[in-house]
């Protein structure tokens, strides 16, 4: 089960990536919709790297 979730994880990176570029291909057009997506993007690498520290400190826990 802890691989399926290293995978996952690693989706939120791909989805705040995706923001990330629409954002700046959006930027010249809608900047307040390029903001969004932008802030989007952040949100979700902050969620990455929560899980991520989260599932590490789960790991340790359940090793002897």
């Known amino acids: ?7 996952l994880q690693y989706g939120y990176f791909i989805v705040a990536l995706i923001f990330l570029v629409e954002a700046i291909f959006e ?16 949100f ?5 790297f929560f899980k ?7 790991e340790k826990r359940t090793k002897p």
Do not use: C, T, V
């Open 52 to 58: 991520r520290n989260f599932r590490k400190k789960i």
């Open 1 to 7: 089960m802890n691989k399926i979730w290293k995978f």
């Open 27 to 42: 930027w010249k057009e809608n900047q307040n919709k390029a903001l969004y997506m932008l802030g989007f993007s952040i």
């Open 44 to 48: 979700i690498l902050l969620i990455f």
